[in-house]
């Protein structure tokens, strides 16, 4: 169902491949409102150019004074310094979000400095790609994509203005999950932060032997697969593991466990099992829509 009002003003900091995807998106939706967006001037002169935003602005506490919804595209290091940066600007009646890869921190850092007014709801839309920046941003990212929603309490679902932000992601195509900050940041630890981990390292470990020793014309798809995350920005990773720290490790620790077993099961024929088990995750993951 529509909701009767819309956010007639958002307000995106941080215009790179999530910012810039949200700009598109709206557009491509029809919306009626106006796009403010926030960045270094050359990324704002692209994202007019491209017709991603309809005003500009560089001074972030500035550009949500009359905000009704403010978007905090940025790595999640920037997210918290954002969060003071806008705290004296933003309107009591707004709504702030992120989109930041971790979310307890973030969380907890808003609800510290804004308390209950605006309201915030931590979100994060799993719809990245190894390539950053406004120039890969694409109307379509969010489509079929999950977009984790994570609000402080389950009353916070019922405020019209997450109501109304529910609607909109859905209106990009996305599929709204709602959880919690701490169920949010170990999951992703294993799902997320640990494969692009083992993308950089099996990319590293090649690079390190050198092509006299590892001749890439010998890579076929499994390898390329394998590393594509590799070509992931390391800012963005520097933020991410910096603020799920003790996930990650433990999903590291997990994986050398589980690496020493397979290294033990080499010669048998128990290998077969974990081949076996790992094509039906495979086989479920698949069936997801």
Known sequence: MRPDHPFPEIVIIGLGLIGGSWGLALKKQGYAGTRIGCDRREVLDLALARGVIDRAEQDASIAVRDADLVVLAAPAGTILNLFEEVKDNVSPRALVTDVGSTKDLICERAYQTFGNAPLFLG??????????????????????????????????LEDARVKR?????????????????????????YLSHLPQLLS?????????????????????????????????????????????????????????VKLEHLKQELPGEALEQDFVQAAKLRAALRAKP
């Open 123 to 156: 979100g994060h839309p799993l719809a990245g790609k190894e390539r950053s920046g406004l120039e890969n941003a694409e109307s379509s990212l969010f489509e079929n994509a999950s977009y984790v929603l994570v609000p402080r309490t389950q009353e916070d």
């Open 200 to 256: 950089t390292a099996l990319a590293g470990l090649v690079a390190e032997a050198g092509p006299d020793s590892l001749p890439l014309e010998l890579a076929a798809g499994g390898f390329r697969d394998v590393t594509r995350l590799a070509e992931s920005p390391y800012p963005l990773w520097r933020d991410i593991c910096r603020t799920n720290l003790q996930n990650i490790r433990e999903a590291l620790d997990a994986f050398l």
């Open 165 to 189: 932000f529910i609607y909109l992601v859905s209106s990009f195509g996305a599929k709204p999950f709602v959880t919690d900050a701490s169920s949010h940041d170990r999951a992703l630890a």
